[in-house]
């Protein structure tokens, strides 16, 4: 069973609109949690890293949330635009060696 | 940062061949990973490899099967060998610039198709 797991599957938003992901993992010991954006055909770029102690942190239009009780975490997007459509992945690194723990992402269309 | 590039950026190959894909970072980077992702799937640890020692292999991926070197600071390959079509894959070199709770940055991926 994978241990991050994200929702929706996939999201189709208007344009000019802002959406939430979430992201709900059980890994543990846990490091950090990273959010990252993967447009097709590119690899992953990074847009957020939290720590333990993080609650939140922005990255322009993106703002990560997280709560580390509740193993939670969300993405929102704020005004989206056509360049936000891509797969955005959930990734918590766990323990010493930093091993990365992928969600199999959420699929974000926004249209026009 | 780092910026990663990968060759080729695509391939076909046929049955039984083996492909070597390059990955070259723009910086010194300590850490280096490869990474397989399947059509619509995310993406899976194939092995970490650092400069100097033997690259570290995922449990389900071998050595004769993904052999890996690392000769510098900079660079590193990933062989594909003996092909089949279940091979076909986006294959991603990522590495990290400090360790392991740096940012991972990503090369844009090699498309292989096996037929």
């Known amino acids: 069973k994978n241990q991050v797991e994200q929702s929706p599957q996939s999201l189709i938003i208007l344009e000019g609109k802002n959406c939430t992901l979430q992201c709900n993992y059980t890994v543990s010991p846990f490091s950090n949690l990273r959010w990252y954006k993967q447009d097709t055909g590119r690899g992953p770029v990074s847009l957020t890293i939290m720590t333990f102690s993080e609650n939140t942190k922005s990255n322009g239009r993106y703002t990560a949330t997280l709560d580390a009780d509740t193993k939670q975490s969300s993405l929102h997007i704020t005004a989206s635009q056509l360049s936000d459509s891509a797969s955005y992945i959930c990734v918590v690194v766990t323990d010493s060696w930093g091993k990365l723990q992928f969600g199999a992402g959420t699929q974000v269309v926004v249209t026009p | ?115």
């Open chain 2, 1 to 115: 940062s780092a910026v990663i590039s990968q060759k080729p950026s695509r391939d076909i190959c046929q049955r039984g061949t083996s492909l070597t894909i390059q990955c070259q970072v723009d910086s010194q980077v300590t850490m280096m990973f490869w990474y397989r992702q399947q059509p619509g799937q995310s993406l899976t640890l194939i092995a970490t490899a650092n400069q100097g020692s033997e690259a570290t292999y995922e449990s389900g991926f071998v050595i004769d099967k993904f052999p890996i070197s690392r000769p510098n600071l900079t660079f590193s390959t990933l062989t594909v060998s003996n092909m089949s079509p279940e091979d076909s894959s986006i294959y991603l070199c990522s590495a990290t610039l400090a360790g392991y709770t740096d940012t991972q940055y990503f090369g844009p991926g090699t498309r292989l198709t096996v037929l």
